[in-house]
């Protein structure tokens, strides 16, 4: 099988796994962890509060962004926002009791999905993909620094 090939069944995975959250979504039916249940997902995995500047990274929103849709969040009871009690430039993000139940659908919504996903794959197969996703992984981040260096670009 050609890296071609590979990178041909890789596309079909993501372009399915990008259709069936989007049709679950619109049906009312999950989230797939886009928009609003992403941030709520994120910040409930986290288990605690988040700052503002960290949410924002891990859900690659820029800040103002994401100050858009927590406001909604507030407003609509799921998050809450406080100031750092060591640093009161930082605001925090925290989940109600509300957004604390909604990320508990949110991760029962994900398990089920990924155990789907991973359904009738051996251990050892699991494994390996492992393995080599993480050199993938390994890869493109070589691959990156040397096009960062051959363009003089040293932001990470």
């Known amino acids: ?35 609003r249940d992403r941030i709520i997902g994120l910040v409930g995995y986290a288990g605690t509060s988040l700052s503002q500047r960290e949410l924002a990274d891990r859900v690659h929103l820029k800040p103002g962004s994401l100050t858009e849709a927590l406001n909604g969040l507030e407003a609509d009871g799921y998050v809450q926002r406080t100031r750092d009690p060591f640093d009161r430039r930082i605001l925090r993000v925290q989940l109600t009791a509300k957004g604390q139940t909604r990320a508990k659908e949110i991760k029962a919504e994900h398990d ?7 359904a009738q794959i051996a251990p050892a197969d699991k494994a390996v993909l492992q393995r080599i996703l993480q050199q993938m992984i390994e890869n493109i981040k070589t691959y990156d620094a040397q096009i960062r260096d051959a363009k003089g670009d040293d932001h990470a």
Request: net charge positive; charged share 15%.
């Open 1 to 35: 099988m050609s890296d071609q090939e590979l990178m041909q069944s890789w596309w079909q995975l993501r372009m399915q796994m990008g259709r069936l959250m989007q049709a679950r979504h619109h049906k009312g039916q999950g989230t797939g962890l886009r928009g």
């Open 112 to 118: 089920q999905f990924v155990a789907q996903l991973f």
